[in-house]
């Protein structure tokens, strides 16, 4: 059973389901070769990949290119389906950022097998999360930038409102799809500059000082 932590608080709130939006930002679709679709990418990541701020990311063995992708992370709040976009906005109780590590090799051949994605997204500590800000304490604007370093290098850095879909569509998309369910946590995409990542490098994500986590490579 794994857990979110709460900024600033001593709560914390179980995990439900882990849901991810793809190719959400039009320049990261264009740098991986992909096209733009007209409704979001939906895939789910496993809560047994989840590890924290401070916590060290296993290369593993069947993969020679890792990627780092790093999100803007909702925390859902309350039960909805086929919910209209206040629903929606309601239902997010919170923001967090957090890494989508991606096996791209994995993943390339993957995709030209026709097979899910699966094994280059879900495998053990391919999910790190930082703490969670309650949008009480943070009323999200989309001018935020997130940005992540390697080895105080940044790598990727941008704007939210860069997103093809928005914190709200996305919900609401989902939320059409299936049933959201509090403790639920969406990746909503990552921006262009996704790069490899080698064992002993160095991760620092941010969200305008908001929110942040680092974590190491081994």
């Known amino acids: 059973m794994k857990k979110i932590k709460i900024k600033n608080s001593s709560r914390e709130i179980t995990i439900g ?3 991810c939006v ?3 930002y039009a320049e990261h679709v264009h740098e991986l070769g992909n096209i733009i679709h007209e409704k979001p990418v939906v895939f789910l990541k496993t809560v047994s990949s989840v590890i924290y701020s401070g916590d060290e990311i296993v290369y593993p063995s069947f993969s020679n290119d890792m990627h780092h992708e790093t999100e803007l992370v909702l925390l859902i709040g309350e039960d909805i389906k086929d919910a209209d976009s206040e629903t929606a906005e309601r239902a997010i109780a919170g923001y967090g950022i957090g890494l989508d590590m991606t096996l791209r090799d994995v993943q390339s051949d993957l995709k030209k ?3 899910p994605w699966t094994i280059a997204k879900c495998f053990d500590t391919s ?6 800000v309650e949008k009480f304490s943070h009323q999200l604007t989309l001018d935020e930038t997130i ?3 390697i080895n105080g290098e940044y790598r990727q ?5 860069k997103m093809l879909h928005k914190p709200v569509e996305i919900v609401q998309y989902i939320s059409s799809l299936m049933k959201l369910e509090a403790g639920d946590l969406i990746f909503t995409g990552t921006p262009k500059g996704v790069s490899k990542v080698n064992s002993g490098d160095k991760l620092e994500a941010e969200l305008d000082g908001i929110v942040k986590l680092e974590c190491k490579v081994r």
């Open 157 to 161: 850095k941008d704007q939210l409102n």
């Open 22 to 24: 793809g190719r959400n």
């Open 127 to 132: 999910t790190v999360l930082s703490e969670f």
């Open 113 to 115: 097998k026709g097979h």
């Open 147 to 149: 940005s992540l370093k």
């Open 17 to 19: 389901k882990i849901l």
